[in-house]
Each structure stands twice: as C-alpha cells, then as structure tokens.
C-alpha cells in the first residue's frame, strides 16, 4: 500500500523528502483513480528506498490539492527537491508512470 499523504504531513514527506516523490491525488468516488491506485501501490513496493510514492484524498485534504491547483483526477504529481518536476493527469499504464519516476531518479 503506497503511502497516505495528508495535509498534515505533506510538508515533511513530500516537500523535504531527500528522493523523488511520486503524489497520486485520487477520491474513493473517481472511477480512473481506482484504476490507477493498484499500480501506484505496486510502484511503491517497485522503488522502496528509490522514491517516495503516495497517495492523498483530495476530499480528505483539500489544503495541498487546492495549492497545487489539483482540477482533475487522478493526478499524479512528480516532486524533486520539494518542487514539481512533472506531472500526470488521468489514467495511463503503468509503465508511463514508471518512465516519469526514473527519469526523476537519473
């Protein structure tokens, strides 16, 4: 299971993390992220100790989807050195997101 990023911890797990992160931003109710979660899950275990990967609730946190302008789900937003270096929005196969990630970690 990727990890849970919320408004509360945002700050320290994405924005100050020392790898890349990958962000899913999802809802239990959008029919795409429920597609998208299970890689992003698999991606997590992938790159265990290479990156960060997570996923936050936009209905749970609105704080950071509202900053970082988040219209649609899923997006997925790539972090290095706490900026954004990328980003994905909809749903799209696995290796798509996986390419993202190792050119962040390159």
Same mark, same amino acid.
């Given at each position: 299971? @990727?990890?849970? &990023?919320?408004? %509360?911890?945002?700050?320290?797990?994405?924005?100050?993390?020392?790898?890349?992160?990958?962000?899913? $931003?999802? @809802?239990?109710?959008?029919?795409?992220?429920?597609?998208?979660?299970?890689?992003?899950?698999?991606?997590?275990?992938?790159?265990?100790? !290479? *990156?960060?990967?997570?996923?936050?609730?936009?209905?749970?946190?609105?704080?950071? @989807?509202?900053?970082?302008? &988040?219209?649609? &789900?899923?997006?997925?937003?790539? $972090?290095? %050195?706490? =900026?954004?270096?990328?980003? =994905?929005?909809? *749903?799209?196969? !696995?290796? &798509?997101?996986? %390419?993202?990630?190792? *050119? =962040?970690? @390159?």
């Amino acid at each position: 299971m @990727a990890l849970e &990023i919320t408004d %509360n911890n945002f700050e320290e797990l994405v924005l100050k993390s020392d790898k890349p992160v990958l962000l899913d $931003f999802w @809802a239990e109710w959008c029919g795409p992220c429920r597609m998208v979660g299970p890689v992003v899950d698999e991606l997590h275990k992938e790159y265990d100790g !290479k *990156a960060v990967v997570g996923k936050l609730n936009v209905d749970e946190n609105p704080r950071v @989807a509202t900053e970082y302008g &988040i219209m649609s &789900i899923p997006a997925l937003l790539y $972090f290095k %050195n706490g =900026q954004v270096v990328d980003k =994905q929005v909809g *749903a799209v196969p !696995k290796h &798509i997101l996986a %390419n993202k990630l190792d *050119a =962040q970690l @390159a």
